[in-house]
């Protein structure tokens, strides 16, 4: 489970980096390099989507779980605003119901 968690994890940075990067391109700063590294972190993203156990529901809505809880966090780290109590309660959360539908796998499988 830590295996999977890990890739969501890397997958979900390389999609929220991608998208964000390609923001500050249009909306900021215009430089080509940015574009490059907006361009190369979407590759990785699409790459990085390939690797995932299998393109089912579940797959996509445990993933789901990790893309909150890592794009929130890039909200706190990246764009340096506050997170409240209930904001960390929900990405508990989120990670508990990624947990379980993970757990849940080898149960619906048999």
Same mark, same amino acid.
């Given at each position: 489970?830590?295996?999977?968690?890990?890739?969501?994890?890397?997958?979900?940075?390389?999609?929220?980096?991608?998208?964000?990067?390609?923001?500050?391109?249009?909306?900021?700063?215009?430089?080509?390099? $940015?574009?490059?590294? /907006? +361009?190369?972190? &979407?590759?990785?993203?699409?790459? %990085? !989507?390939? #690797?995932?156990?299998?393109?089912?529901?579940?797959?996509?809505?445990?993933?789901?779980?990790?893309?909150?809880?890592?794009?929130?966090?890039?909200?706190?780290? $990246?764009?340096?605003? /506050? +997170?409240?109590? &209930?904001?960390?309660?929900?990405? %508990? !959360?989120? #990670?508990?119901?990624?947990?379980?539908?993970?757990?849940?796998?080898?149960?619906?499988?048999?």
């Amino acid at each position: 489970m830590l295996r999977v968690f890990f890739l969501f994890t890397l997958t979900a940075i390389a999609e929220i980096a991608g998208c964000y990067l390609f923001y500050f391109w249009l909306r900021r700063d215009g430089n080509g390099w $940015v574009l490059l590294a /907006s +361009l190369a972190s &979407l590759i990785l993203f699409a790459w %990085l !989507l390939t #690797l995932h156990p299998v393109a089912t529901g579940r797959v996509y809505a445990a993933y789901g779980a990790v893309y909150v809880v890592v794009s929130v966090l890039w909200l706190n780290l $990246v764009d340096r605003s /506050s +997170l409240s109590g &209930l904001e960390w309660t929900g990405l %508990l !959360l989120a #990670l508990a119901g990624m947990g379980l539908m993970v757990s849940g796998w080898t149960i619906a499988h048999k």
